[in-house]
């Protein structure tokens, strides 16, 4: 009944509004002295609980890049920032009723085209994405994004298999310059090298021609990387690195305006790749960040080597 009164009063006035509810059988009875006291009565603990709960949710899914988090993440997510005691269901009750909700993913185009031979390169993943340390696997792809101009961009990513970090990047107005992969490549080869070596590196591609050409592949041997491609046309064989390409248009291009120009898509890339390593929760990694994973990897390692 207050919440009535509250939603009438500006147009009929608290007084008039009890007259005619006093009056009426249906209605039931709340005087205006009635109506003002719960208006002053304190808000109970668990209404205020929740509606913080619902303003940091709010919060959350006003951040550029948390608004595709769905209620699994946003809960991870609240507990990181200090809420203790609630519970994935009451997170996901609080979203429905914001109307809120995740971004799912579809299907992801392939982009590459695939090279008339393979290089003689063998597949030495297997479909198994995964590596006990950082720097001991890398995938790589690409991926396109239209422009304003209707005109198309097209990145390219390699990720690290241990903690899902996109360690190299590049964005170019084609796909076909060799430049773009060999920019990414050089990026993960620097890296890898700032925190240990590259030699042993596998480095799996599928078998587009950026990838397969003998330049790409001389790069590879001067660091000492082992080159690895799946079979011809089956995206399952890359499928770390078509996750990556995914989230990517997921979490960025789909959710934005057309770029105006290849620059504008590269800070804006620039933008999302250092959110996903160091804020982005990954459900693969137990809902920690890529830079958290590294973290403690080094820092096990530090404290065995010292023991």
């Known amino acids: 009944m207050v919440a009535y009164i509250d939603a009438h009063r500006a147009r009929f006035g608290v007084e008039p509004i009890c007259t005619v509810l006093r009056a009426s059988l249906d209605g039931g009875f709340i005087t205006a002295r009635a109506y003002w006291q719960a208006k002053k009565r304190a808000v109970c603990r ?3 609980r929740h509606e913080t709960l619902a303003r940091d949710i709010q919060v959350m899914h006003a951040h550029r890049f948390m608004a595709v988090y769905g209620y699994r993440k946003v809960h991870r997510q609240l507990i990181r920032q200090g809420w203790h005691g609630i519970g994935r269901d009451q997170v996901l009750r609080v979203m429905r009723s914001l109307r809120i909700q995740g971004v799912r993913r579809g299907r992801i185009p392939v982009t590459t085209r695939p090279a008339r031979s393979t290089g003689g390169r063998p597949d030495l993943v297997e479909r198994r ?3 006990q340390a950082p720097g001991r696997l890398h995938v790589a792809d690409v991926t396109y994004v239209r422009l304003a101009s209707g005109s198309f961009a097209y990145v390219a990513f390699v990720t690290d298999a241990y903690a899902r970090r996109i360690v190299g990047w590049a964005v170019a107005a084609s796909q076909h310059t060799r430049t773009l992969s060999l920019v990414a490549l050089d990026q993960s080869i620097s890296w890898t090298a700032r925190h240990g070596e590259t030699t042993g590196l596998i480095h799996h591609s599928d078998h587009g021609t950026q990838y397969i050409s ?3 592949g001389t790069r590879l041997n001067q660091a000492g990387i082992l080159a690895s491609t799946g079979s011809v046309g089956d995206s399952y064989d890359n499928a770390l690195a078509e996750t990556v390409n995914g ?3 997921t979490e960025l291009i789909k959710r934005s305006d057309p770029f105006e120009s290849v620059h504008a898509l ?3 890339t620039f933008q999302w790749v250092s959110w996903w390593n160091q804020e982005r929760l990954h459900q693969h990694l137990d809902y920690r960040t890529p830079a958290e994973v590294e973290t403690l990897y080094h820092q096990t ?7």
């Open 266 to 268: 590269e800070q804006a």
């Open 214 to 216: 003998g330049l790409y």
């Open 301 to 307: 390692k530090a404290t065995l080597v010292a023991q």
């Open 129 to 131: 994405f995964t590596a």
């Open 46 to 48: 668990m209404r205020a």
């Open 247 to 249: 989230a990517y248009k």
